[in-house]
Each structure stands twice: as C-alpha cells, then as structure tokens.
C-alpha cells in the first residue's frame, strides 16, 4: 500500500500529542545559538507542514520538502490559511534537488527513519552537505534500534477518536533492523448523506517500514558524507538546549547538529 495516503486524512489529528512546539523552540534555539536568526531553510520529509509553519512564524523562509502529495495538500492548506510565504516541492528525499544553498536543514519525527539502507541515508546527508550554505547546519532527529526492537516492536496499539479509529500493529525484524507497522484506519465520511446514527466510515490499510540507527553510525554517516559533527543528546528528555539530556543506552529518539565543513558531491 501507498504511505500517507488514507493516513494524510487524519495524520494532524494523530499526530495532536507530539511535542512540534517544544521542538520547534529547541531547533530554533540552536539557529540563533550559531547565528542564524533569518534565511532559507529547508524542512524535509515535511509531511502536512506543522513544523514548516511554526518554523516560517519564527522568521524562516522556508521550503517544504516531501514525497506524498497528500501531505502536501495538507501542508498547503494550512498555508492558506496562515498566509505564510512557504514553498513546497513534492520530492523524494533520497534525490531531493533545491535551487540554490540553504542556510539550514531540519528534519524531524523520525522521517530519516524511512530510509532502511545506510548507503542511501548517507547519500542523503551528502545532498543536505551539498546544499547547505559554507558552515550551513542540520539538525534532525533518528529513532534508536532501542526503540523499535525493545519499545514498539510486536507492540499493537488501538484507539478509538471521535472521527476515526486505528489499529497500528508493529513487526520488528531482528535479523534486517526493520520495524514494520501495518495501520488500519477507520475515517468518518464527512460528505456521506446517510443520517448521523447511520454514519459511514471509509477503511484505509498501509504498511510502513522503519529502520533504527546506533548514534555512531550516523557519527560515520555525517563524516563520510563531509559534515562536521556538533553534537547529539536525548531528542525525548530535553525540553531545554540550555540542559541537554546526554544520550544513553535507553533513548529512543536523538536530536542531532551537524556543520556544512567539505562538499562531496
């Protein structure tokens, strides 16, 4: 099944528990920390836009980057709406082209997780290296292997909300590193005629994969692709980059800063 797609139709209202705001205040904590207080940036794998928006009312001229077309009507919307001057660019991440150099790149929510082969996640660092400004920065953040083998893998989660309902069933390979999560989603047809206590909901099936990443090998992965490590520490427990929370064997999530240093590419 296509990623995103029955998924984009609820993927805000899912999604209501995750902290964008906190992250949004840490990422642009780290930019101004070094500097860079306006500019293009680019946010990719940038979904329905949440971040993108919170990024451009900081005062970021952002572009929005994704592969799902219904994400990025999503995104658009809320553009629309918030009347910020962002572009977005339907592409995938793995070959992503700008028109010029960026003074940052962000990516959050594990969307680097989608990438289930080194080689291509390096080769993804090395266009971010290429397409940052001289000394440019990127801060994402990766889910651990912990976190998929030992936290949701053969986890089942289901609940039931007042305009869809889901069951996420995750499968976690030990052999490959691969988390597979196949969803089920129950949306609530808001254009049916039928009367309320007859109401129609459409079912929607995906299947998703996930790869966890050691902290080192991405520490090789930035370096190979010819960015400059800064630093990483827990992406879950800090809420503060004044007081980072360092990274340890039970993280889940690490939030990364990395340097534009050598063009590769």
Not at 195 to 218: A, M, S
Request: with cysteine; aromatic share 12%.
């Amino acid at each position: 099944m296509d990623e995103y797609t029955g998924f984009a139709e609820v993927y805000d209202e899912l999604m209501e528990d995750v902290p964008y705001a906190v992250w949004c205040d840490r990422i642009v904590a780290v930019l101004k920390e070094h500097g860079i207080n306006d500019g293009l940036v680019l946010d990719l794998g940038c979904g329905s836009g949440i971040m993108t928006e919170m990024l451009a009312e900081a005062g970021y001229d952002m572009t929005g980057v994704d592969l799902s077309p219904e994400m990025l009507e999503k995104a658009k919307l809320k553009k629309e709406s918030s009347g910020n001057d962002i572009l977005y660019l339907c592409q995938d991440m793995r070959s992503f082209e700008l028109y010029g150099t960026v003074r940052a790149i962000v990516c959050v929510c594990d969307s680097f997780n989608y990438i289930l082969e080194e080689a291509e996640l390096k080769h993804v660092f090395e266009l971010v290296n290429n397409y940052l400004d001289p000394g440019g920065l990127f801060l994402f953040d990766i889910n651990t292997v912990h976190k998929y083998r030992d936290v949701i893998g053969d986890m089942t989660i289901a609940e039931n909300r007042e305009n869809c309902s889901f069951i996420w069933e995750n499968y976690y390979d030990g052999d490959s590193g691969i988390n597979e999560y196949d969803l089920t989603l129950f949306i609530k047809d808001e254009e049916s005629d039928r009367e309320e206590t007859d109401e129609v909901y459409r079912k929607y099936e995906e299947t998703h994969f996930q790869r966890g990443y050691e902290p080192e090998q991405i520490k090789q992965m930035l370096k190979e692709a010819g960015l400059e490590f800064i630093e990483a520490f827990d992406g879950e427990k800090t809420d503060d980059v004044s007081n980072k929370v360092p990274v340890v064997e039970d993280s889940e999530r690490v939030f990364f800063i990395a340097r534009e240093c050598t063009k590769v590419i």
